[in-house]
């Protein structure tokens, strides 16, 4: 078989610990003897961020930047035990969050659907995307405990000096008052990054607010989407036959554990960060989770949803047996493949990423699975397979599927 061939490299973010390995296997495996490979590699593993200063974390977002599709490994977000660990000359800071602000992006999670891992919804037939903004509210707050009585007052003072002043509580006695702010260029952005991944996917887009309460703060979240669909994005969703709906965040709530799915839901800061574990922990397992940064411009960075799953790595140190599950990492390399072949006119590039999902689900619908899964599964003949036997599995699988 003649391999495939790609006209533009993607820009390969390498990790750490039990990904990292996953990471050589999945190439080696299922991607190399198929695909002349072409990507741009960055290695953001930790002893690579240390020794570069950081910097070669930046140069992975310019690459990103650059050709516009990315696929990265899970990596390590050092904390005291890990610059002892590793000896770092500093609490490198995380490199997602270092991207994602070079990219100024919307994080998009979505559930992988497998016959025999059952939503704990029973209606969800189809998976539900989670789109939460990751700037702002109460994650860059300033808060107060107030000792007693005295009179809370929101003061905004503009370049000039004019001060506006408004009372928020006057306290007869102890009590709490908390300041958070967002920015209309953040927001837009996020709305932005919205609707085209509703137009990429497809998929009707769900957003709600707390608007009836917060009549300033939360309104100006549904005016600016609303605004920007209404002059941009209006016309794109007809022709594609999906739909913008907007409600409250407890009317949606409700309205999401009745659905059948298929749909995104846009979440502000906070609630994306709650709803977001509620509905992976329903559809099954973080391991079975895709997880992809869509900036306003329209440039990708695929990622599992996971972790460097360090528990199974120490395992893997000491020779031990391993059962670690690939899925999400195959999934980010399937997303990436999948979109730099949509944007290079690449059909045989999106076709092999379409077969090798195919091929990784059929092999867990066969019973085939890493433990992970078969503890959950509601299938009956299950094998548990190590890390390695699970990826050639796989391989066999899409050998058949590709004769
Ligand atoms: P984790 O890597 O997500 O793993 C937590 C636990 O979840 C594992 O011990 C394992 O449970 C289970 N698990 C996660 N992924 C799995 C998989 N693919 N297959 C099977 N089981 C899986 O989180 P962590 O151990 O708390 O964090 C490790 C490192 O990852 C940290 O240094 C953190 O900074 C980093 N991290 C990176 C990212 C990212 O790059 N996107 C995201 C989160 C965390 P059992 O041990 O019970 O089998
Ligand atoms: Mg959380």
Redesign the pocket.
């Known amino acids: 078989m003649e391999k495939i061939k790609m006209t533009t490299p993607l820009v390969e973010m390498d990790?750490?610990?039990m990904t990292r390995i996953l990471w050589k296997m999945i190439k080696d495996d299922l991607l190399l003897p198929y695909i002349d490979l072409k990507t741009e590699y960055y290695d953001l593993g930790l002893v690579k961020r240390n020794e570069t200063n950081d910097q070669v974390t930046i140069d992975s977002a310019n690459a990103t930047k650059k050709y516009g599709v990315a696929v990265?490994c899970?990596?390590?977000?050092p904390n005291a035990a890990?610059v002892e660990e590793y000896n770092l000359k500093e609490m490198w800071k995380?490199?997602?969050g270092t991207i994602r602000a070079m990219l100024d992006g919307t994080v998009f999670r979505a559930p992988i659907i497998v016959k025999g891992i059952e939503p704990c919804v029973k209606n969800w037939e189809k998976p539900i995307t989670l789109a939460r903004h990751a700037y702002g509210d109460v994650y860059k707050n300033t808060e107060m405990k107030i000792p007693g009585p005295g009179k809370a007052e929101l003061v905004f003072t503009d370049e000039n000096g004019n001060e506006t002043r408004a009372t928020i509580q006057e306290f007869k006695g102890p009590g709490i008052i908390q300041g958070i702010h967002n920015i209309d260029k953040s927001i837009e952005s996020f709305a932005r990054a919205c609707f085209n991944y509703a137009l990429d996917t497809k998929q009707e887009l769900w957003f709600a607010t707390k608007d009836t309460i917060s009549k300033k703060y939360d309104h100006n979240f549904k005016d600016i989407f609303q605004e920007i669909f209404d002059n941009e994005y209006k016309e794109k969703f007809e022709a594609a036959g999906i739909t913008y709906f907007y409600t409250l965040i407890d009317d949606a709530v409700a309205r999401v554990m009745k659905s059948k799915g298929g749909f995104i839901w846009a979440c502000k800061n906070y609630d994306g960060d709650v709803m977001s574990d509620m509905v992976s922990s329903a559809f099954g397992s973080?391991?079975m989770m895709t997880?992809v940064l869509v900036s306003p411009d329209g440039v990708y960075e695929y990622?599992?949803?996971?972790?460097?799953?360090?528990?199974?790595y120490y395992k893997h140190l000491k020779g031990e047996e391993t059962?670690?599950?690939?899925v999400?990492?195959i999934f980010a390399w399937t997303g990436a493949l999948r979109k730099r072949g949509e944007l290079d006119g690449n059909a045989e590039l999106v076709s092999f990423a379409d077969m090798l999902e195919k091929a990784t689900i059929k092999t867990i619908e066969s019973g085939k699975m890493?433990?992970?899964l078969a503890l959950i599964t509601s299938l009956k003949d299950v094998t548990v397979l190590n890390s390695e036997n699970f990826i050639k599995e796989i391989k066999n699988t899409l050998d058949e599927l590709m004769k």
Do not use: F
């Open positions: 990790g750490d610990e990265k899970a990596t390590i977000t890990r995380s490199p997602n973080l391991a997880s990622e599992a949803a996971h972790g460097t799953v360090q528990r199974h059962s670690t599950n690939s999400a990492t890493t433990k992970d």
